[in-house]
């Protein structure tokens, strides 16, 4: 059975940065696409990066182009996003996901594993 645990989030004043990483087991990490979504209190949960199985291929949404990098290490099965220059905005619960896919995959539902997610905090 495929996991997904999250971990590195937490409380970082305007303009800090944080790095989250997604540990994956159960399955062959290297053929999965791997997302990064957030939600915040009130809002549609959204994908603010994706990369492919090589880490060739990158998605980014606009509000992170530029500030956010997604990564990953097949040989370590983890997948990570550097996040820089956060804003308040960025506050909310991270969580990645991953499918068994030869697409990038930028949607929440063509994810089928999630993680549980991890609280990001942005202070002004």
Do not use: H
Request: charged fraction near 20%; charge should be neutral; proline fraction near 2%.
């Amino acid at each position: 059975q495929v996991q997904l645990v999250e971990s590195g989030g937490g409380l970082v004043q305007d303009g800090g940065s944080l790095r989250l990483s997604c540990a994956f087991s159960g399955g062959p990490f290297r053929q999965y696409v791997v997302g990064w979504f957030r939600q915040a209190p009130g809002k549609e949960r959204e994908c603010v990066a994706a990369i492919n199985r090589t880490g060739a291929r990158t998605f980014y949404a606009d509000s992170v182009k530029g500030r956010f990098t997604i990564s990953r290490d097949n040989g370590k099965s983890t997948a990570y996003l550097q996040m820089d220059s956060l804003r308040p905005e960025d506050t909310a619960v991270y969580s990645c996901a991953a499918v068994y896919s030869v697409l990038l995959q930028t949607t929440e539902s063509d994810y089928n594993y999630w993680g549980q997610g991890t609280q990001v905090t942005v202070s002004s």
